[in-house]
């Protein structure tokens, strides 16, 4: 018996990254898993691995139409939801001075607003024994410089696992948060560089960057019933990073 068999899962930015690696895992796992994001290519590829037990959807998080669609497929398909990663975040930096309206906008239509409407727009589907993870930051504890808005809308994603283990008491379904620190991925790429991901890799006790699969495994954790007692924690997968 897998940790997952039997389990349908949805899991946004999972053509990519950190997404792919859990999609992986849960698949391994013996879950079935929906992947979501913008980029038709980027879905494409993804499936091609990710093989006959996998279905991807093309839409943006902070779309409540394409969200509506998302849960639509997976209420024909599978009539059912035990796990919701949420997962799709983007971020870059951007020095206080120079931030303008835009750029906040954009960063928490991502990171909250889409956290928010994903996992609300998931619920009438999910029943006891769900697990809903979002994915955090260090950052969201640490100060990183220039990284105003996206430091700031991970806080705000850690708080949303706190006021909604309150929210789904009696329901059996259980959030938690899985904050990874410097992770090998090309949103680690485009936002810190070269340069930015060593001097990450060195500030981490471990003295390296995240694999995207170290973070699938404790996603598949906290998704199967291992975790069974857990809600509203912050689990840090960041090599020490946000912990000294
Ligand atoms: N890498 C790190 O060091 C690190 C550290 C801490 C936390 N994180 C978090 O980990 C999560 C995954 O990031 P990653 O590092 O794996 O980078 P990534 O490979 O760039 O993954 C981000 C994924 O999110 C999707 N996405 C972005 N905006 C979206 C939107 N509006 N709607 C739907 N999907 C969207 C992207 O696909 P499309 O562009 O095709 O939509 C992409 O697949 C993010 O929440 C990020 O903040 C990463």
Redesign the pocket.
Known sequence: MRKLDGKVAVI??G?????YAAAKRFLDEGAFVFI????QD?LDTALASLGPSARAIK????NEADLDRLYAVVKAERGTLDIVFA?????SPLPLGAITPEHIDETFD??VK?TIFTVQKALPLMGPGGSIIL?G???GTTGAPGFTAYSAS?AAVRNLARTWAEDLKGTGIRVNVLS????A????KEALGEEGQAVFASMTPLQRMAD?AEIGAVAAFLASSDSSFMTASEVAVDGGLAQL
């Open positions: 946004t930015g053509a990519t990254g950190i997404g979501f994001g913008r980029r980027a839409g943006s998080v902070s997962n799709a975040g983007a971020g991502t990171n889409g994915t930051s260090s950052a991970k990874p620190g410097a992770t991925t090309e949103l680690a995207p």
